[in-house]
T-cell receptor, first 116, second 112 residues
Framework: GAGVSQSPRYKVAKRGQDVALRCDPISGHVSLFWYQQALGQGPEFLTY????????KSGLPSDRFFAERPEGSVSTLKIQRTQQEDSAVYLC??????????????FGPGTRLTVT | AQSVSQHNHHVILSEAASLELGCNYS??????LFWYVQYPGQHLQLLLK??????LVKGIKGFEAEFIKSKFSFNLRKPSVQWSDTAEYFC??????????FGQGTELSVKP
């Protein structure tokens, strides 16, 4: 079946531009996570949704980062006034349920953002 | 705060050599642990997971990991690696709400 998809796969933005990254989770998955992966590092948690509710946004690095999932399926991560330090791969993952380790998180291919 | 550390950044092995990648986590309570793999050009995928029971867990492609609570470790092993195992390997612990806390990753290169 279809996995998690993300678009665009690559994005180049000039510093100061706004960007929007899209995640389409696996159909029926309740939980959706966003992670940021800098070059040579492991993914770092940004934010988490259960259906349309954003339950944890503790990992968002600044108020320039904003995520939404208005209908409990597709999610968008928006970055305003991009800075060079925002250059990274942004990963989305979804799972049936979260919190007990029982359900696997399925990852998308990521969006590679380069800020010039 | 919870943290995960991986001992090796880059490991180079010849085919048929044995593999052990180290992983340590900081949390002292009940913890769910994972190993993910990222093959070149592909997305992260789950190799194996531990959340209770037998501390020796088996995953896909002949990988296994042992949870040693007294050492806060969850090392990944494979008795005989293949060229196709060339990839980046990430250890992760489950945090509050199900978010994953990843280590820095270990790049494995297997020479044919």
């Amino acid at each position: 079946g279809a996995g998690v998809s993300q678009s665009p796969r690559y994005k180049v933005a000039k510093r100061g531009q706004d960007v929007a990254l899209r995640c389409d989770p696996i159909s029926g998955h309740v939980s959706l996570f966003w992670y940021q992966q800098a070059l040579g590092q492991g993914p770092e948690f940004l934010t988490y949704f259960q259906n349309e509710a954003q339950l944890d946004k503790s990992g968002l690095p600044s108020d320039r980062f904003f995520a939404e999932r208005p209908e409990g399926s597709v999610s968008t991560l928006k970055i305003q006034r991009t800075q060079q330090e925002d250059s990274a791969v942004y990963l989305c993952a979804s799972s049936l349920v979260s919190g007990q380790g029982t359900y696997e998180q399925y990852f998308g291919p990521g969006t590679r953002l380069t800020v010039t | 705060a919870q943290s995960v550390s991986q001992h090796n950044h880059h490991v180079i092995l010849s085919e048929a050599a044995s593999l052990e990648l180290g992983c340590n986590y900081s949390y002292g309570g009940t913890v769910n642990l994972f190993w993910y793999v990222q093959y070149p050009g592909q997305h992260l995928q789950l190799l194996l997971k531990y959340f209770s029971g037998d501390p020796l867990v088996k995953g896909i492609k002949g990988f296994e990991a042992e949870f040693i609570k007294s050492k806060f470790s969850f090392n990944l092993r494979k008795p005989s690696v293949q060229w196709s195992d060339t990839a980046e390997y990430f250890c992760a612990a489950e945090g509050q709400g199900g978010k994953l806390i990843f280590g820095q990753g270990t790049e494995l290169s297997v020479k044919p």
